[in-house]
């Protein structure tokens, strides 16, 4: 009889103990949950979850606190530069890119230089050569394009707003194409050339080659292969060439514009947010990234009356290429004309 009243004893205590008590942890993947009885102190990455438990042989339910928990970030992959040793490469202003050309557009004067006769990936850089080429070949700019099953990004998969069947006009893929870098816009520019796109790419292979550009090379219109590659220099003579084009130069510094595509307003931005900063004086622009080529950028623009060519290859964060070129600008700003000399690169 007393071991009875024991057992009994033993069980109502059992019985009163919390379900925390019985399970205090319970893991599942990328998600961790630890048990609670309120959820009124819930972090926004918490969430409660109702689970049944076994106690003693009786189901018994148990809300618990579940955090989610974030899976590991990836290392970044190296790009084309960081193989080749050059964010090795020291210089005068401490630039995040691994590759930094500036020119004088009125003398053609080197005002500084980094590793800038390399051939690297230059990624959406390329759609400023697809855009000279669609200007000079006279091509009709209120034609509609349609945006097809062969524009779509199959190497890369980056996502684009123009959906298969879009009808826009080649003025307006243009437009895109330099502003927003949409990339199906500029894949639709070159299939609507004569010859189809490997006669557009021939055409900008032989345009660089005219203009001197003798470590480029093209394969796509839109810069998503990491085998459209070119050097800084080749790259300051392409901005010579494309500024010369009033068209490209509207379309590459427009900050915003809004389309009508499929019966519907859709609004675009600037890759390049320095075009809308009234502190600047840009007149060309175009960005570009892919792993492979890191963040690009080409402009021209006009710091203490000097027209200059800025470009920058292989940099590394989001905002790095355009604080480069502040940096850059910063730097010219307080150097005499005289005294604009070319560090060592």
Known sequence: MFKFAIGALFSVLFALTPASAAVKKYSAKKTKIVLRHSGADLHPRERLVKRMVVVRGKRKLVVQRAIRVAPALAAPRPSMGDLAGLNLTRDPLDLASSVAFVLDQSNSEVLFEKNSNIALPIASITKLMTGLVVVEAGQNMDELLTVTEDDVDREKFSRSRLKVGTQLSRGTMLHLALMSSENRAASALGHNYPGGLPGFVAAMNAKAKALGMNDTRYVDSSGLSKRNVASARDLARLAMAA??????????????????????????????????????????????????????????????????????????GKQSRTADAGRMRKWLEALRPAGLLAPAG
């Open 243 to 316: 500024y010369r084009e009033p068209l490209l130069r509207e379309y590459s510094t427009d900050p915003k514009t809004i389309i009508e595509a499929n019966g519907h307003p859709m609004h675009f931005g600037n890759t390049n947010h320095l075009v809308a900063n009234p502190t600047w004086e840009i007149g060309l622009q175009k960005t570009g990234f892919i792993n492979e080529a890191g963040r690009c950028l080409l402009m021209q623009a006009v710091i203490e009356g000097r027209a200059v060519i800025m470009v920058f290859l292989d940099s590394k």
